[in-house]
C-alpha cells in the first residue's frame, strides 16, 4: 500500500472511531447532559456564573465554552456571566511560580466563585491535580461542579457529589475524548439557549 492510501486508510479511521465514540455517548450521556443544562441555567437566572478550567485542549475548551456564554452560540441573547481559569497569564504563573501548578485554578475559585456559581472542570483522564483542586474549593465554597471527563472517570469521578453531574465520555483516547467534550459543551450551549428563548 504507497504512503496516500495508508494515509487516507487512518483518516478514514480517525472518522470512523470518533463517529462510533459519539454514538457510544448519545446512548449513556443525554439524561446527564440536561441535568448539566438544568443546573448551569437555573444558576445563570439566579445571577450567579459559570467558572470554567481545564488544562491544554481542555483549557481552550474552557475558554470556547466561556466565548459562547459571554458572547453566543447561534442565536443571540443577553450576555451570560462565564470566566476561564486558563486565561490569565499573570495570574497563572504567578499562582505558579510562587506556589505551585496544582493550584492556579483553585486560587482563582476562591478568590472569584461564590455561593451558587457552577465550576465547569474538564480532565480527559480525570485525573488532573489542578482541577481537581479546584473542584475541592468549589465545594468548600458551596458550588455545584460539572466535570468532563473520560476513561473511568478518574479521581474527579469519585470526588464528586450529590447535586454535581458527571459527564464521562466512554472512550480511552484522548483526541476521542476531547472531540466529544466539544460537542457536549455545544449541547450545554444550545440547551441554554432553549430554555431561555423558547
Not at 21 to 34: D, F, G, M
Not at 81 to 92: F, G, K, Q, R, V
Not at 99 to 112: C, E, G, M, P
Request: aromatic share 4%.
Amino acid at each position: 500500500m504507497d504512503t496516500k492510501n495508508k494515509l487516507g486508510q487512518r483518516i478514514q479511521n480517525h472518522f470512523e472511531d470518533s463517529i462510533a465514540t459519539k454514538q457510544k455517548a448519545a446512548e449513556v450521556l443525554p439524561s446527564k447532559i440536561i441535568d448539566a443544562i438544568n443546573l448551569m441555567y437555573l444558576a445563570l437566572m439566579s445571577g450567579k456564573k459559570i467558572l470554567a478550567c481545564g488544562n491544554g485542549g481542555s483549557a481552550a475548551d474552557a475558554q470556547h465554552f466561556a466565548a459562547e456564554l459571554v458572547g453566543r452560540f447561534e442565536r443571540e441573547r443577553r450576555e451570560l456571566p462565564a470566566i476561564a481559569l486558563t486565561t490569565d497569564s499573570s495570574i497563572l504563573t504567578a499562582i505558579g511560580n510562587d506556589y505551585s501548578y496544582d493550584v492556579i485554578f483553585s486560587k482563582q475559585v476562591n478568590a472569584l466563585g461564590q455561593t451558587g456559581d457552577i465550576l465547569l472542570g474538564i480532565s480527559t483522564s480525570g485525573n488532573s491535580k489542578n482541577v481537581i483542586a479546584a473542584i475541592e474549593s468549589a465545594h468548600a465554597k458551596g458550588m455545584k461542579v460539572v466535570a468532563f471527563t473520560g476513561k473511568d472517570g478518574g479521581k474527579i469521578g469519585a470526588l464528586l457529589k450529590d447535586g454535581d453531574v458527571h459527564l464521562c465520555v466512554p472512550a480511552n483516547r484522548t483526541a476521542r475524548i476531547q472531540e466529544t467534550h466539544l460537542l457536549l459543551l455545544h449541547c450545554l450551549c444550545d440547551g441554554i439557549d432553549h430554555l431561555m428563548l423558547d
